[in-house]
């Protein structure tokens, strides 16, 4: 369903960006429109899939798990919508980006916070996978900022 954005459909996406527990009398207060219009607007925006999920950013930290990045090179030719698909299913996997550049696959992964648990599971990974050429591994140590739009 193609619909047409406009500024207040930004303003609504950057304010739940900030806070997606607003109720929509705070949400329509900090947008500047009707509570009554901010339900229908986010209620389109959610229908036609501009709004995907509402989710939290956990400290992982506090968690005792550790957050990675696995910037994957797959061998030509490798079907990489299946690969995807069987990415999609590993609970340990959170974010799954396409990439064009020097990685086909960018993933992001938590794991429990110990050497041999990073090690397995990045074993794992690369041998669900099959047509892995080539793997970067960080681990990420603080989310400094994080913003959708």
Not at 54 to 64: A, C, G, M, R, V
Not at 67 to 74: D, E, F, N, P
Not at 123 to 145: A, L, N, S
């Amino acid at each position: 369903m193609k619909i047409r954005i406009d500024k207040v459909d930004i303003k609504i996406i950057h304010a739940l960006a900030e806070n997606s527990r607003l109720t929509y009398a705070a949400l329509a207060e900090k947008v500047g429109i009707t509570r009554q219009r901010a339900t229908r607007r986010l209620k389109k925006l959610e229908e036609a899939g501009v709004i995907k999920k509402y989710t939290i950013i956990p400290d992982f930290e506090k968690l005792n798990y550790v957050y990675a990045s696995l910037g994957i090179t797959l061998k030509p030719g490798a079907p990489i919508d299946e690969i995807i698909e069987k990415l999609k299913k590993d609970r340990d996997v959170k974010v799954i980006e396409r990439g064009i550049g020097n990685h086909d696959i960018i993933i992001r992964i938590a794991v429990p916070k110990s050497l041999r648990d990073i090690e397995d599971k990045i074993r794992e990974i690369i041998m669900k996978i099959g047509y892995v050429d080539k793997v970067d591994k960080t681990i990420i140590t603080e989310i400094t900022k994080f913003e959708t739009l």
